[in-house]
């Protein structure tokens, strides 16, 4: 997979976001501007962390294969053997999903 | 219910507003923009808190269930299995309310 | 008291100012255009004080039943029990008056 | 005095402003216009100082008494037992007349 | 080589970027326009450092010879023997490739 | 003179500026506009320092006599028995001439 | 030289640009427009250096003599004994070429 092979530098969270929905639960097909923008995603790749004024690693608080909830806005979209990433400051990112 | 299984990271703190009064004392319905802005809420899940440049976590100041007092302005509203809830940065809620 | 249930969080303090002069001192009846911007205000609660990046907490200036001078702007409305409030940061708070 | 009940918090310093020359040496009456705008001042009051990161006072650099030049912008004016005076922050004061 | 002979100050990284595909895996010449942007690079010089409040020299995290992510935006462009090189700060590196 | 008796507070300079050149060595008065913008000045008074945040004062770094360079733009303009001197920060001094 | 005589403050560094080509190979002489901006300079004096919050010197990062790159943008053009020189702060300088 693309994302193995990428590593983020200090405290940036490469993370995938789940697919829209684009079919409602009776069969119909969404236009794409109906479908909600999704802001669940996965966490792909984490860097070592932020390195502090003594350099000293903060790392960062999520782990690979952690499902994540994104900002509505910010990340930066990445492009990993033709499919579509994004990368997010740790600080960004909103909450986790735990069982 | 959805709060419990969602963890916000860092300071952040969810909340979920009090139902506004849609009814008057008298029994009177109350139109939509009649409504008071809905500012006191229910902490429902709060993070771990800040992390400092040493790497200590410093705990946020308000617990789960307790009732506080947002700011008019600000938050992020994020969608839990379909009912709205808010998100604060610990240092943004105004105070909070005790026995 | 509506202030007694309710606690400002970190360095905020409430206070409730004091009543404009609607009246001349001749009884004449001084239009709402006419009366000064109240600035002294009493304080009827205050936050433990702000945390500094060690976890350590800074107490706030100013204690409860304390009269003191507010800026002519800034500061949060807040409405408890149907009486207004303000919140101020206590670095944001002017002086107060001694005996 | 007025001054003497009202204490400045933090590093604020409350002073005030000499009176203008409002006379030619001549003894032409000036407008208001054509007073010069008076920077100087006695310093009335003083605040306890800034509260630095670990709860340490660091005291103001003028005692009350003190000419000192003020800046030309800024100051915040509070009238205290209907006479102005102006509060600065100990920082902003320019500098100090010493014999 | 030129950028043998050009060290970057602080945690500056010099890089140089992939050359962008001209040509379709069909021969056909694309005009510039539709090249896409590169944004992958190859660091080819790296500062010593930045330098903290204490004057410890912070290294900058990627090497000479890594394969690095560039943001869209930023960078300063030098020239160095008539060839096109980039300077970006160790921070605002995306990510680096790794085997 | 006047700037023995003013003392700038903390890392403040009070400097007076060279006189500019109003004639031309061949005997031609130069109209204001043509004179250049004089940008050395000789130091006059200095503050004890700025004080950092444990309370420990950093002596400013040039002295009463020394002639420095200027940056165009800034400083404070003050009036000091009706001459004009001006006020810089230590920092932004550019640079001092030394024999 | 007029640079010996001039020292700069704190982490200022004086340098003086490389004088740009304004005869082609082939002989030809380049109008001003078309010479290229020269951001190729050498140093002529340091200053010793920031100084930090504890009141210590960290000394700049080049030295008189060296061969450095400057910024696009930016710096102070300071004329010394009728020549242009220009200061920059010492995190401003790009890199330097070494041997």
Redesign the interface.
């Known amino acids: 997979m693309a994302f193995r ?6 405290d ?1 969270v ?1 993370v995938e976001r789940l697919t829209a929905e684009t079919v409602t639960k009776g069969g119909i097909m969404l236009p794409e501007k109906s479908q909600g923008k999704v ?1 669940q995603a996965t966490v792909v ?1 984490v ?2 962390g932020s ?6 690693v ?1 790392p960062v ?2 782990k690979v294969g952690e499902k994540v ?1 994104l ?2 806005y910010g990340g ?1 979209k ?1 492009v990993l053997e033709e499919k579509d990433y994004f ?1 997010f400051r ?2 960004d ?7």
């Open positions: 092979k990428f590593l983020p530098l200090f940036r490469l802001l790749a860097g070592p390195v502090n004024q003594k350099g000293h903060l608080s999520v909830l900002p509505e930066t990445v990368l740790d600080g990112i909103l909450g986790k999903y735990v069982d």
